[in-house]
């Protein structure tokens, strides 16, 4: 026989992740369980929040930002980089006697308005039109499930 005299009991169980359910409340002051919800009706189109125009207006908000971002950043780029490995270029004279370098500084501002120009000008072609049409979307949605309520 064993010296353990808790040997003839059986394994002690861990918790469980399911708690066992009864059918009546262990105590009487315990309130009722919860009714089950409903199921709820699928609407009829896919939730905004998945709908693919989302993903078509974020691509082109990302595209029309890298555009812009490029095309001002690659010129000061361009810039800094004939500053540093073409200094004979820079230094070498241009229009009016001015020295390329000056020149493609000053060239700047105009390249900057022309970022902020093609901003725009992507924004009204592309971007607006997608955001006016799921603000759109969105309207019809609330108007569709406030007549539900």
Known sequence: MSSDPYSSYPPHRSHSPHPPQFSSPTYPWQPAAPPEPEPRRRPVHAPLGHHSDLRILRSAYRWQRRVATLTALGYFVLFLVLSAYA????TSEGIGGL?????????????TC?????YEHT??????????RLRHQARVDAKREAARR
Do not use: Y
């Not at 020295?99 to 390249?111: D, E, I, N, R």
């Not at 924004?123 to 006016?132: G, K, N, S, T």
């Open 114 to 118: 022309l970022a902020i120009w093609l």
């Open 99 to 111: 020295p390329v370098g000056l020149l493609l500084g000053l060239a700047q501002l105009p390249v």
């Open 87 to 90: 200094p004979g270029f820079m």
């Open 123 to 132: 924004a009204r072609r592309r971007v607006d039109p997608l955001a006016e």
